[in-house]
């Protein structure tokens, strides 16, 4: 059986926790924060509102053997910043594995032109390694990163190699910091 995640603005899902064998696994304090954990790391990745519960005992006390609850996704797309907030640490984490010195976010993405189904993301790289060696593994690490964390095409200019004063000065302006100085 495949399962699709379907992403419809302003769409109510329905959801039930069952345990296995409906065994009440959600009687003790630290399962419980468990799932809480577990609902606000999934917020965080695709944000949601829990608006109306079944079971009144479903607002983040008390969780029954079989409590159903539905759920609302945002009636509007996250922005460019949002979802870029949102995956700020697992960004950080590919610039320190592909030894970025710097990277910043410009074009559309910063700009309210951003297209939530159809735009990209820009960024202009600096890296802390200027070695040949290993050069394409971190550019392509970094490039291919991105674009699974962002879940989107991405297209990255790496500043050593960006040498056309007339782009350099087009972009200044719309260029945001992620990491680095």
């Not at 944000?47 to 079989?66: G, M």
């Not at 802390?128 to 060696?133: G, K, R």
Request: proline content about 5%.
């Amino acid at each position: 059986m495949h399962y699709r995640h379907a992403k419809n603005p302003g769409a109510t899902y329905f959801f039930t926790i069952v345990t296995y064998n409906r065994q009440p696994v959600f009687r003790s304090d630290e399962t419980i924060a468990l799932l809480r954990q577990t609902f606000h790391t999934v917020k965080a990745e695709a944000p949601f509102a829990i608006d109306d519960c079944v079971s009144p005992n479903l607002r983040w006390v008390r969780l029954n053997l079989h409590s159903p609850c539905l759920i609302n996704s945002p009636t509007v797309d996250i922005t460019a910043a949002e979802l870029v907030k949102c995956k700020q640490a697992q960004i950080v984490e590919l610039c320190r594995l592909n030894q970025v010195a710097r990277l910043d976010l410009f074009g559309s993405a910063t700009r309210p032109t951003f297209d939530a189904q159809t735009s990209d993301f820009d960024f202009l790289v600096e890296f802390a390694t200027d070695t040949p060696e290993g050069a394409a593994d971190r550019f392509f690490g970094l490039k291919h990163g991105l674009s699974a964390v962002l879940g989107r095409t991405v297209d990255l200019v790496d500043l050593a190699a960006a040498k056309n004063p007339y782009f350099l000065q087009a972009i200044a302006g719309d260029r945001i910091t992620l990491y680095g100085h």
